[in-house]
């Protein structure tokens, strides 16, 4: 399985932009991010397959944006108009095809914080 490395989380203010970089030490069919916050569920924030085709949360279509480079095996996510309610970890997941993406290989998480 490759290894996932997060970078990018950080604290913003309200309305702020960040940027999160998931590393890959090799290729997946499947990439997602998803994320968690103190007491809740995780769930899942946006997916991206090898060939670019992205599905992301209804309530964050609009604001994030799922990457991939697959010749750096890079995933990102760009996320925009950042609200208080995404303060979350968010981690990087992988895995094959098939029906479906089925998420295998898990990062480490990158700690997102949205004051005011």
């Known amino acids: 399985q490759a290894q996932l490395v997060e970078s990018g989380g950080g604290s913003v203010q309200a309305g702020g932009s960040l940027r999160l970089s998931c590393a890959a030490s090799?290729?997946?069919?499947?990439m997602g991010w998803f994320r968690q916050a103190p007491g809740k569920e995780r769930e899942k924030v946006a997916s991206?397959?090898?060939?670019?085709?992205?599905s992301y949360a209804d309530s964050l279509k609009g604001r994030f944006t799922i990457s991939r480079d697959n010749a750096k095996n890079t995933l990102y996510l760009q996320m925009n108009s950042l609200k208080p309610e995404d303060t979350a970890m968010y981690y990087c997941?992988?895995?094959?095809?098939?029906?479906?993406?089925?998420?295998?290989?898990w990062g480490q998480g990158t700690q997102v914080t949205v004051s005011s």
């Open positions: 997941a992988a895995g094959p095809g098939g029906n479906g993406c089925r998420y295998n290989n």
């Open positions: 090799g290729s997946s069919y499947c």
């Open positions: 991206i397959d090898i060939y670019g085709r992205t």
